[in-house]
């Protein structure tokens, strides 16, 4: 499982450019013969366990946070726009990819800089190495995309690097669409784009497939850090039902479904409630006359840096409790 996630965290798929993600998720979930495996005009990768039984659609997004070329000075230096939610804090002096694999450093004009107040993006510029403008233009041109660069570390039990949100949601989805599923649903693993700039992807496939239940899979906040902001989830204490966050309030049938699975299964579990964000299940919940939807979390800190940190068991556990969701007869259930 560490290795999926190493191997999926390492490339650089901004919103909109997720083909690389797609193309070795592909690889991976091929394996299963049963699978009938498309993409979609988003770029969605859809695969699909066909079923008699009743639609789930499971997704998790491909898309990271990343920086998009919009100027390009005469000395070589490149101003950028953020593509989704970054913390400027995050980005001053970190390294950058672009999806060519042209690698870079942000800068900030150092002149008015203070730690004091952070400035925007628009005081910080990329600078790949370049001499002059005919020289960074050999590299990139308006419109390339970049994400973050980081190196992938293994603390045992614990790893940290740059997007787990949501590779790390894509890998426990990997690991669901390559298991053996015992049930007659019909089920939808979906690897969804442009989730960081609007829940796009997840918006259209849902559209597209009409489940009848829809999990998201992604990475939630944690208040377990030195005088962090209160909230009840901590790492390593099991993967977070959610209950509410800044896009939806979960229904109370799918909370019950989830906690009720976890507990026949001796999974542990947590309540989430996440005061400043939201996922794929926002839109997918909304979806033509409504869908029972909801999230399971994967408890993690410092998102959107490229030092995120998650714990294997939540990652473990987590796939555990999806996999014995999917398995349930949901018809029984009334869903
Ligand atoms: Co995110
Ligand atoms: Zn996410």
């Not at 593509?83 to 450093?105: C, D, L, R, Y």
């Not at 940190?309 to 990652?315: E, L, P």
Request: charged fraction near 25%.
């Amino acid at each position: 499982m560490k290795s999926i996630i190493r191997d999926l965290t390492e490339i650089i798929g901004p919103s909109s450019y997720e083909e690389l993600v797609a193309d070795a998720i592909e690889k991976m979930i091929k394996k299963n013969k049963n699978l009938e495996i498309k993409r979609d005009v988003m770029g969605n990768l859809i695969a699909r366990k066909r079923g008699g039984g009743k639609k789930i659609m499971i997704a998790a997004h491909m898309d990271e946070i990343g920086f998009m070329v919009k100027h390009i000075d005469k000395n070589g230096f490149l101003r950028f726009a953020v593509v989704g939610g970054i913390f400027n804090h995050n980005i001053i002096e970190n390294h950058v990819k672009f999806t060519s694999g042209v690698e870079g450093v942000i800068g900030v004009e150092s002149k008015t800089f203070n730690w004091k107040d952070i400035p925007s993006a628009d005081k910080m510029f990329i600078d790949i190495g370049a001499k002059s403008k005919a020289e960074a233009e050999k590299l990139v041109s308006i419109g390339s995309l970049a994400g973050m660069k980081a190196t992938f570390v293994d603390m045992g039990k614990r790893i940290s690097t740059k997007t787990l949100d949501d590779r790390v949601g894509c890998a426990m989805l990997v690991k669901l669409a390559l298991s053996e599923i015992k049930s007659n649903n019909d089920v939808y693993f979906v690897f969804t784009t442009q989730e960081e700039v609007g829940l796009r992807g997840a918006k259209t496939s849902a559209f597209g497939i009409s489940p009848d239940f829809a999990v998201a899979i992604d990475v939630t906040d944690t208040g377990d850090t030195p005088e962090s902001h209160v909230m009840e989830v901590s790492l390593g204490k099991g993967p977070a039902i959610k209950v509410m966050d800044s896009g939806m309030v979960v229904r109370k049938p799918v909370i019950d479904f989830m906690k009720e699975t976890a507990e026949k299964n001796k999974i542990p579990y947590q309540l989430e409630i996440l005061t400043a964000g939201s996922t794929d299940a926002m839109v997918m919940q909304t979806n033509k006359d409504g869908v029972l939807a909801g999230v399971i979390s994967v408890p993690t800190r410092y998102i959107h840096s490229q030092a995120e940190t998650c714990d294997m068991d939540d990652v473990e556990n987590g796939v555990k409790l999806l996999k014995a969701m999917i398995e349930t007869d949901l018809s029984k259930k009334g869903f």
